[in-house]
């Protein structure tokens, strides 16, 4: 028996969660440079992108703010913050705001959007160490 | 175009079309690993034309981390691929593809019908890939060369069956640590009145005891429970095999992805019906596996992590859930089947037959344990 299963499962998810946001933060910065139409996106998108980061802040906002994590994710995202001499619960509170934007339909300004972006890094740093996992199998 | 960035695109694109072209020369006859390698095709494509789609902000500084993060995944997609599917799909032997077709049998038996192909992989030890761009539905299993001659590991397949079952429902996840939560709440509602410091100390005992249960180690201990769900007796002397095999003390609470062994074997053992418990082979290897034991400390920190009656809450959760989860997955309640029924000749065994005949030849029969296998290998579906 190998940890193998555990560590596909996590990176899968993680891929995941680094995709959808990754995709969501590249329309909305295309929105605030006016990029959309060279990167063949539409206003859709936009939406859909605003939605997708919308809900996982709401997911991680509770857990920055002091509730205890039940996704991996979360947890991840806390501890790197916490290990980078962050106050979580400073960015439990911008996140929140960040949110009532969004869910208002306000685009977020670059600040916050690269904000957003340095937690993606957290998970795609961790996405890079399962993938060295795997490679040394 | 000569930044960085546009550099490793290029590199991205070329690992992309070797990838592409090694599964092109991919065997595709009979349908055999159709489904997965259409799907990879398919991934590929997607891949490029997600690659091209960021070539016109490549440079652009805004966009840098964006487009870092997209290289960043399509190579971790691409490096799954090569060290996970390519070596099983482009030149399977003949042993590994027979694999495949038992352990689909299996699977679609014990209800796991997500699974839509496999491939099987001999590289080392036991061990799934369990999903791939959000699906389930095409596992890589890697088992060891000659797996099927190293019997008393073969119910191992349920533990990494296990994992796909895991991460396919969540609510399993959920009840576990609910009952973590709830019996250390209740641990720390029942500390009596003690000086404040001496509080403090307990509460925090129990803090770690209860982080102990991460997702990693949850996950674990439920794959040792749907091995014991479905194969009982078997599943508990597998479990004292590796547990005894590879030596290491059995209360060490230090893997990071693991429980200690001692809690792994007691949450099986704690789930054996009363049959199963009375069976001579089991009752011999209780006692033996307690005598190892004892000549080894537990010491606080394991008795608060692992306490026996949080086992037991956490195994009763999860033999609740999975029938309700898995309504078409058989449970093992039985005893080992009697050895002379074991030999009884058949023209076909399931996999999950050969399982328990085998243990029980293997446990009351030994010494014509050969023959019962070359005789019944063939018949494997």
Redesign the interface.
């Known amino acids: 028996m190998s940890s193998l299963g555990q560590l596909s499962g996590r990176l899968d998810h993680h891929l995941q969660i680094v995709g959808d946001l990754t995709k969501a933060l590249l329309a909305l910065r295309a929105q605030l440079l006016g990029k959309l139409e060279s990167l063949k996106l539409t206003t859709a998108d936009v939406e859909k992108a605003r939605e997708t980061v919308a809900h996982f802040l709401e997911g991680l906002s509770p857990v920055l703010g002091g509730q205890t994590a039940v996704h991996e994710e979360h947890r991840v995202i806390k501890e790197r913050l916490v290990q980078s001499g962050e106050q979580p619960v400073d960015w439990a509170d911008d996140f929140s705001k960040l949110v009532a934007q969004l869910r208002a339909g306000n685009i977020p300004d670059t600040e916050q959007l690269d904000k957003v972006m340095r937690i993606v890094g957290y998970l795609q740093g961790e996405v890079a160490e399962d993938v060295r996992r795997l490679r040394s199998r | 175009m000569s930044s960085y960035r546009a550099l490793k695109a290029k590199e991205v694109e070329l690992t992309l079309l070797g990838l592409q072209e090694r599964l092109a020369g991919c065997p595709r006859e009979n349908g055999t690993h159709a489904i997965i390698l259409a799907r990879l095709d398919a991934m590929l494509i997607r891949f490029a034309a997600e690659l091209e789609?960021?070539k016109?902000?490549a440079e652009e500084p805004?966009?840098q981390?964006?487009v870092?993060?997209?290289l960043?995944?399509i190579?971790?997609?691409l490096?799954?691929l090569d060290?996970?599917f390519i070596r099983g799909l482009v030149n399977p032997s003949d042993e590994e593809l027979y694999l495949r077709s038992v352990f689909l049998g299996c699977a679609r038996r014990l209800g796991l019908d997500w699974f839509e192909d496999m491939v099987v992989q001999s590289s080392?030890?036991?061990?799934?890939?369990?999903?791939?761009?959000?699906s389930f539905g095409t596992p890589v299993l890697?088992v060891p060369p000659s797996l099927l001659d190293r019997f008393l590991s073969l119910p191992?397949v349920y533990?990494?069956f296990?994992?796909?079952v895991?991460?396919k429902f969540p609510r399993l996840l959920?009840a576990m640590?609910q009952q973590v939560r709830e019996h250390f709440d209740e641990l720390r509602r029942g500390i009596g009145p003690v000086q404040q410091e001496q509080r403090e100390a307990q509460m925090r005992h129990l803090q770690a005891a209860e982080m102990f249960w991460?997702?990693?180690r949850l996950?674990?201990i439920f794959?040792d429970l749907f091995g014991q769900f479905v194969s009982g007796s078997a599943n508990f002397i597998s479990m004292i095999d590796?547990a005894l095999a590879d030596g290491l003390p059995p209360y060490d609470l230090l893997d990071p992805?693991?429980p200690p062994n001692a809690a792994r074997v007691q949450i099986c053992a704690v789930m054996l019906s009363g049959e199963q418990t009375n069976e001579p082979l089991v009752s011999r290897l209780l006692d033996e596996w307690s005598e190892f034991t004892t000549q080894h400390n537990d010491g606080p920190s394991y008795r608060d992590t692992c306490s026996e009656a949080l086992l037991r809450r956490i195994a009763l959760a999860v033999f609740d859930l999975l029938p309700v989860e898995m309504p078409n997955l058989p449970r093992t309640r039985e005893p080992l089947p009697d050895v002379q029924v074991a030999f009884t000749p058949v023209e076909s065994l399931s996999f999950e037959e050969a399982v328990q005949r085998g243990f029980a030849v293997f446990a009351w029969n030994r010494e014509n344990f050969d023959s019962w296998w070359s005789d019944a290998r063939p018949r494997l579906r």
Not at chain 2, 126 to 134: C, E, H, N
């Open positions: 789609s960021i016109p902000v805004a966009f981390s964006a870092d993060f997209t960043g995944r190579i971790a997609f490096s799954v060290t996970q080392g030890s036991l061990g799934i890939y369990t999903r791939l761009d959000r890697h191992g533990h990494e296990g994992h796909s895991f991460e959920a640590q991460n997702e990693r996950g674990e794959c590796l992805d693991y």
